[in-house]
């Protein structure tokens, strides 16, 4: 808002809307020291700010400062359950949610506290993983300005960091890679979080261009460097990578990438897309023994997400996803590689945009028993960008998947009830639902006019709320039978 007789900023940013604003009015309610004030967007809402005061001091403040409010995805920490790590484009922040105990009223706002600045990738590039001693391990490229050092010719520009937040706030980072050693593109970074056989976090760097996997098994150890027998066929850029430890205690790296061309020349590097009947490959590798778990093997087509269950006796299952629409699972205890997602009959051919969100996947612990896998089934039937969320079960693999009620656009979360019973939070086309993953019932379900990205349970069964507009902090209304039912 700006002085037209002054050209002096008189109010700080106006925020809400997702889309490009079409229309701005001052209602005739205003007067000279608080203005009420309408717009309309292009995201179909209608929003309204009462009492606006001019402060033009406070607006320099304002303005000086990051505004990026963004809260694309959420950080889990047991040790500060109140916190909630919330990661967007411009870095990750720490917000205090006890805000929603205290006295007064929606002039309350939570306290805010930056933990990391400038992102390379923003929240896509972010990794986070629990140690025993209650810090959280956050591993992130992260950009920085080249500046003369006393001890180099210029700091270099991005670096990936191993950060360890502790509960009292101090932060120590570890650089594990610099860009003057390897491009950054070039490497595959991944946390091995503790596990029975391992209880400390680690870290495992890929590299496929030189063929190495690097083991960091703390901030301060030496790495250790192993060969992979693999060659240029892992060196694409639509390879993608996880590791995990097996119940074993292995370390064990899981890579896809599009089956090698029978003929390539110098437009494949320009157009890199693989071919409608390009199929994609699985290679398996056992790091700690130096051996192939398997010979390669089929994968979905475009195969873009795997998805290990990281749980604390290790991993069994990895699930595979691809742009169709298809889902497989890897038994690395079986040894299989299982169909759970729809016939091919019914999957998409993927275009334009339609990339790494079409097919949502997620791992749901139980108090018992192994986990389920809850992932969405974008098939040729669906409208628009919702989905089905499908719940299989690894105990009875060859039963129908169950769905949750309604169609959804993101899986947003899986964790446990008070009672240990699994729950699932999804976004939908008008804002975030909770459902029972054992009957697959709606829990409770609310509106809200933005982009829904992610979402966290937290103590006392309030809720923090990821959006484009930021982090919104929630206390549902739960029906006396739910409360009864989850042990609220």
């Known amino acids: 808002m700006v002085d037209t007789v002054t050209g002096e900023t008189i109010a700080g940013p106006l925020y809400g809307h997702e889309s490009a604003v079409c229309a701005v009015h001052i209602l005739a309610s205003s007067t000279a020291g608080s203005l009420d004030v309408l717009a309309i967007g292009n995201d179909g809402t209608a929003r309204l700010w009462r009492s606006v005061r001019p402060d033009p001091e406070a607006a320099r403040g304002e303005s000086a400062r990051d505004t990026d409010a963004r809260a694309e995805r959420f950080g889990a920490w047991s040790a500060s359950p109140h916190t909630v790590i919330a990661t967007s484009w411009s870095g990750i922040r720490a917000v205090d949610s006890r805000v929603l105990g205290g006295a007064g009223s929606e002039a309350l706002r939570p306290s805010v506290c930056e933990v990391l600045r400038s992102l390379r990738d923003g929240a896509t590039d972010i990794s986070f993983a629990e140690g025993r001693e209650g810090d959280l391990h956050i591993l992130a490229w992260q950009d920085s300005t080249p500046t003369a050092d006393a001890q180099s010719a210029a700091v270099p520009a991005e670096q990936l960091g191993w950060y360890r937040l502790s509960a009292d706030g101090v932060i120590r980072n570890s650089a594990l890679w610099r860009r003057h050693d390897l491009p950054s593109a070039n490497i595959g970074a991944h946390f091995l979080p503790p ?26 150890a030496p790495h250790q460097v192993a060969l992979l027998p693999w060659g240029n066929e892992l ?22 990438a599009p089956a090698p061309r029978a003929s390539r020349d ?9 071919d409608d009947d390009t199929s994609s490959l699985g290679y398996l590798w056992n790091v700690t023994k130096g051996r192939e778990v398997r010979q390669p093997f089929v994968l979905p087509k475009w195969t873009t997400t795997l998805t290990p269950h990281l749980g604390a006796s290790g991993t069994r299952y990895i699930a595979v996803t691809g742009l169709t629409g298809d889902v497989r699972v890897v038994d690395l205890v079986a040894g299989q590689l299982r169909d759970v997602g729809l016939p ?7 275009h334009g945009h339609l990339a790494d969100d079409l097919c949502g996947v997620r791992w749901a612990d139980r108090p018992s028993g192994p986990p389920l896998l809850v992932h969405g089934e974008y098939s040729r039937d669906n409208a628009g960008d919702l989905m089905p969320i499908a719940v299989w079960d690894p105990q009875h693999p060859e039963a129908a998947s169950r ?28 804002g975030v639902a909770l459902c029972h993953l054992p009957s697959c019932e709606l829990i409770w379900r609310t509106p809200l006019p933005a982009l829904v990205t992610s979402f966290a ?11 484009q507009q930021g982090v919104v902090l929630l206390r549902p209304r739960l029906s006396d039978d739910w409360r009864r039912r989850l042990g609220c």
């Not at 091919?344 to 993927?350: E, G, H, K, L, R």
């Not at 949750?404 to 939908?428: F, H, K, Q, Y």
């Not at 349970?457 to 959006?467: E, H, R, W």
């Open 235 to 256: 060196d694409s850029p639509w390879t993608v990578t996880t590791v995990c430890t097996s119940a074993t205690g292995d370390i064990i790296v899981m890579a896809s």
């Open 266 to 274: 110098a437009s494949d590097d320009l157009d890199p897309w693989p």
């Open 457 to 467: 349970l937290l103590p006392d069964f309030d809720m923090a709320v990821g959006t």
């Open 195 to 220: 596990t029975e056989k391992h209880p400390d976090v680690r870290v495992l760097l890929c590299n496929w261009r030189t063929r190495q996997v690097v083991l960091v098994p703390s901030p301060d």
């Open 403 to 430: 769905h949750l009620p309604m169609l959804c656009r993101r899986i947003l979360w899986t964790g446990p009830a008070p009672n240990g019973e699994s729950l699932v939070a999804v976004s939908d086309e008008h």
């Open 344 to 350: 091919v009959d019914q999957q998409i051919t993927p």
